[in-house]
């Protein structure tokens, strides 16, 4: 018995129909065996208690109000994320001021830093090493979007500025007065960005009602003010903002009672100074 196939029986021979289009010569399994979540990790590590104080901020009080911290604004970022991917207009403008005042701040702190290692440089015959901790501390990050690593970036450069800066001031380069005043230019830039945040609002808009100027366009308005037309269109948006979701997917979304939730450090008392 001839085993081999003739060509007239490989034209009968009917192509699998595999998942996802795959070609017919795959096997099933490797096609159905999909890939697990991708997980990763990250961490910031702190060397001074000024950065440290940036993470963590702090609470309203009857003789002070609160300051949001890292780990608060991630919080506060991924209610606004989550509005911006469900085509509130508002929430997109928000990102994108976030994006000015954080790449502000970075600028601000980054060139604070080049002065500073240039005079640590400038002595002559005598070396100075930047100081640092000998036990950091070591923050792990998860947030949801790419906003809360760009503040935990910043506080990481703010890090850096303040063991320069220190430095200086140890070895007679700079007085307390000027050290302190750097390390409070720096750190005001970090608390202005991440108070942004709390000025959104949770409306439950998308592009659409504020098109037509319905009830809840105009409460957003009221709260959040004229809305620039590139916004919008759609034509102006930050760099690292989410794609929008198509509207029979937004719904299921919007539900989430994290949207609508107050967080305790949006209704308190803020500052940024």
């Not at 928000?94 to 790449?103: M, N, P, R, S, V």
């Not at 998860?142 to 200086?168: H, I, K, R, S, W």
């Not at 000025?199 to 366009?217: H, S, T």
Request: net charge positive; glycine share 6%.
């Amino acid at each position: 018995m001839n085993s081999s196939m003739t060509r007239q029986d490989t034209d009968t021979i009917t192509p699998r129909d595999l998942p996802d289009n795959a070609d017919p010569a795959v096997d099933y399994k490797t096609v159905t065996d999909t890939p697990g979540t991708l997980r990763g990790s990250a961490s910031l590590i702190v060397q001074t208690r000024q950065a440290q104080r940036l993470v963590y901020g702090r609470k309203q009080s009857p003789d002070q109000p609160g300051i949001i911290g890292l780990v608060r604004f991630g919080m506060l970022m991924k209610r606004v994320w989550v509005a911006a991917m469900l085509d509130d207009p508002y929430a997109d403008w928000f990102l994108l001021q976030l994006h000015d005042a954080l790449e502000a701040a970075r600028h601000e702190i980054r060139r604070m830093q080049l002065e500073t290692d240039t005079l640590l440089q400038s002595t002559r015959g005598v070396e100075i090493a930047v100081a640092h901790s000998l036990k950091p501390v070591r923050v792990p990050l998860q947030f949801a979007n790419p906003y809360g690593y760009m503040g935990a970036y910043l506080v990481g450069d703010f890090d850096e500025l303040v063991c320069a800066v220190l430095t200086a001031r140890h070895v007679g380069l700079l007085t307390r007065d000027t050290a302190e005043q750097l390390l409070n230019r720096g750190g005001r830039g970090i608390r202005r960005a991440f108070l942004l945040p709390t000025l959104w609002k949770y409306i439950g808009i998308d592009r659409n009602d504020v098109r037509q100027d319905n009830p809840r366009a105009q409460a957003a308005a009221a709260a959040m003010g004229a809305l620039p037309q590139a916004i919008l269109d759609g034509t102006q948006r930050a760099r690292h903002a989410p794609d929008i979701r198509r509207p029979e997917t937004r719904e299921t979304t919007r539900s989430h009672s994290f949207l609508s939730a107050r967080p305790a450090a949006d209704a308190a008392a803020v500052q940024s100074e």
